[in-house]
């Protein structure tokens, strides 16, 4: 690497709460990386565990530890981490992820000699709870993220390949430009969908987005991940996530320049009803599920899913709770 380019401070920010095993390798991850000129910002949502004696055995003077009075919640604690960023680029790693030695030595220098880019990206790995990685999850989830066909280079514009595609992992596999990005424009609403939604405020710049198609970093997937949860059987996890798609969609069909999406984003916003909906009856809340199935279903073709969920909603609550725990 040119040590010209290791000039620039980037700002890495880690978000934990009741992880110390997983935080004690994601900054182990950050402390070893290859470029050098860093800050490690790792916000406590008020753990009940042993999280700050974990950052403080690392003794580095790039670590900067705060600790929040009360559990503000996932989406408050990681604005928190990315507000407190001093650096002119930016970086999130999941408490449970890590990054390659090597990742930002190979991506920061991509935002220092194209001023007109607002981040750069790279694919990843995929690991279980243990860190060992999964090569044929891997390839499913880059080919699911369509990081297969990009081709290395800018992207200008990048609305199709960040919100349609979702290719940008702007929460695990980016860097960004932070003095680009207002993170007070990040409504609460969003939620978990946050890394959508900033990718949204990003391409919204008109800046492109640089792509590095190696896997520098490794995703960690465990039971305890938003995405588990959400898939699962935790009703309220659902409920969370269906709202924020409502949200992000809902804004996303309002916004002219992404008129030609319109039909995609509806859609995505009919599935995210049903998804409520489900989530709803699951929590036993049939008759507030039903006015959600009853959108999804008439404001699209027949749907298998939001017709069943909706017949559901009128069965004898244990018998629908039953039925839903085998779907």
Known sequence: MNSNLETSLVSVVIPTYNRPEYLKQAIDSAVRQTYRNIEIIVSDNCSTDNTQEVVASFQDSRIRYWRQPENLGMFANQMHAFKMGRGKYIASLHDDDMWNEDFLEKLVPHLEEHPDIILAFCDQYIMDAQGKIDDAVTERNTRAYKRNQLKQGIHQPFYEIGVIHKSVPTAAACVIRNELVDWDSLPKEVSGMWDLYLTYLCCRTGRGAYYLPERLTRYREHQQTDTML???????????????????????????????????????????NTTLGIGLLRSDQSAQARPYLWQALSKQRFDLRTMAALSLSFFPRFLSTRLLAVR
């Open 230 to 272: 959400s898939g699962g059987q935790n009703a309220q996890a659902q409920i969370r996530k269906a709202k924020a798609e409502m949200f992000c969609y809902e804004r996303f069909m309002a916004d002219a320049c992404l008129e030609k999406f319109q039909p995609y984003f509806r859609q995505k916003w009919l599935q995210a």
